[in-house]
C-alpha cells in the first residue's frame, strides 16, 4: 500500500507491506521504493517492510536549496516517527546505505540493526571521476535508452548483457512513469559523493552487516571493508561473483532522462545471490579477531538450506540478510546471531 505523507518539511511516498518486525529499506541514487519490489512481495509474510522514495526521486520532491545524506537521514527518522515506529531493522543500498549510516549516527534510538550493501565511509578519487562522468553522461546522452545503455556499463556484468538481462531491463526502464530531473539526479549524485562518515562510525552500537560485491565498480570491497573495519562487531562478507548486493535481484531502479524534458528511465540492477552462498557465510563467518568487549558470533543451529516451498533465491537471500538479529540470553547481555531463518529476535536461534 502506497501513500503520500508529510514528514520533515516534504511530502514523502511511502510503501507498507506486511506484519511483523519493522524493516525500513532504503534505496540509492535515483531508486524509488519500488527498487525493493522483490523484498516487499516475498517477506511480507513475516515482517513489516517500509519503503520510500528519498527526496528527488520517484513520487517524492526535489527540495530548494542543498541536497545532503543528513537531510535524507532525518527524512528516514521522520517517517519512522510519523508511522509510529519506535525502531526498525534498517537496510540500505548504495546511497541507500549512507542514509543507513546517517541515520543510526543521528538517530541511534531508531535503529535495531544495519544492513549496508555496496557501501563506503567516504569517496575515492576514482569514485569522483566515475560520478564526474555520470554527471556529464546524463545531459549529454541522446536519447533515454542512450543513457541506460551506459548507465549500465557500470551496474552490470558481461553475462548480464550477453544473456539479454540487461536489454529486458532498459525495457522495464522506459516504462516506468515517474520521471526523475536531470537536476534532481546531480544533485543527489553530489550528496552522495560528499559523504563522511568513516571518523564517526564507531559510534555506531548496534549489529551490523556489510555486504559488498567482488567485482562491483562503484563501490568495491575494500571501500565495505573500511566500514565494517570502523564498526565495532561488525561482519563483512564478499559476495563471489556479484557486482552488487541481495536488494538488487529484479527490481526496478530509477534512472533519469538524458535531458529535463526527455521520458524518464528506470531499470533493475543485477545482484542477487542464491541462499546457499549465504547461509554459508552464516556457518562459516569470516575469520577475524574479536574487539575487546565484543559479544562471541555462534553458528545457526539450523541454516535451512532449501527454504519454505516456492520462495526463491532472492527472497530466500534478503530474509538471511533481514535476520541478522541480536539475541537476549538472560542477564549474561546480548549475543551476536548470525543470518539465518529465524522470524524475530524472541525466536533468534544462536
Do not use: K
Amino acid at each position: 500500500m502506497g501513500e503520500a505523507i508529510d514528514v520533515n518539511g516534504t511530502r514523502m511516498w511511502v510503501e507498507r507491506h506486511g506484519r511483523g518486525p519493522d524493516v525500513l529499506l532504503i534505496a540509492g541514487l535515483s531508486d524509488p521504493a519500488e527498487a525493493w519490489q522483490a523484498q516487499l512481495d516475498g517477506l511480507a509474510d513475516r515482517y513489516r517492510l517500509i519503503a520510500f522514495d528519498n527526496r528527488g526521486a520517484g513520487r517524492t520532491p526535489l527540495p530548494q536549496g542543498r541536497l545532503s545524506v543528513p537531510l535524507m537521514a532525518d527524512d528516514a527518522a521522520a517517517l519512522l516517527r510519523a508511522l509510529d515506529v519506535p525502531a526498525a531493522h534498517v537496510a540500505g543500498f548504495s546511497g541507500g546505505s549512507l542514509i543507513a549510516q546517517e541515520l543510526a549516527l543521528r538517530h541511534p534510538g531508531l535503529v535495531r540493526s544495519l544492513v549496508l550493501m555496496s557501501t563506503f565511509a567516504r569517496s575515492d578519487a576514482y569514485f569522483r571521476a566515475m560520478t564526474g562522468f555520470w554527471r556529464w553522461m546524463v545531459e549529454a546522452a541522446p536519447s533515454p535508452r542512450a543513457m541506460l545503455e551506459a548507465f549500465f556499463l557500470w551496474v552490470y556484468t558481461p553475462r548480464a548483457h550477453a544473456d539479454g538481462t540487461v536489454e529486458r531491463m532498459i525495457e522495464e526502464a522506459l516504462a516506468f512513469p515517474h520521471q526523475q530531473s536531470v537536476e534532481a539526479f546531480q544533485r543527489q549524485l553530489e550528496a552522495f559523493e560528499t559523504h563522511e562518515t568513516l571518523d564517526r562510525l564507531r559510534e555506531i552500537a548496534v549489529p551490523t552487516l556489510v555486504l559488498a560485491g567482488e567485482v562491483d565498480r562503484a563501490t568495491p570491497p575494500s571501500l565495505g571493508r573500511e566500514v565494517a573495519e570502523a564498526i565495532s562487531g561488525a561482519v563483512f562478507e564478499v559476495l563471489q561473483g556479484r557486482p552488487t548486493s541481495p536488494s538488487r535481484r529484479s527490481l526496478t531502479s530509477s534512472t533519469p532522462a538524458s535531458t529535463p524534458s526527455g521520458e524518464r528511465s528506470t531499470g533493475a540492477a543485477e545482484g542477487a545471490v542464491g541462499n546457499r552462498t549465504q547461509v554459508r557465510s552464516c556457518a562459516r563467518p569470516a575469520r577475524r579477531r574479536r574487539r575487546d568487549g565484543e559479544p562471541p558470533r555462534t553458528r545457526c543451529e539450523t541454516p535451512d538450506a532449501r527454504g519454505r516451498p516456492g520462495e526463491s533465491e532472492h527472497q530466500l537471500t534478503t530474509l538471511a540478510v533481514f535476520t541478522a538479529w541480536r539475541c537476549a540470553r538472560g542477564r549474561s547481555g546480548w549475543r551476536w546471531c548470525c543470518p539465518c531463518r529465524t522470524s524475530s529476535a524472541s525466536r533468534c536461534r544462536c
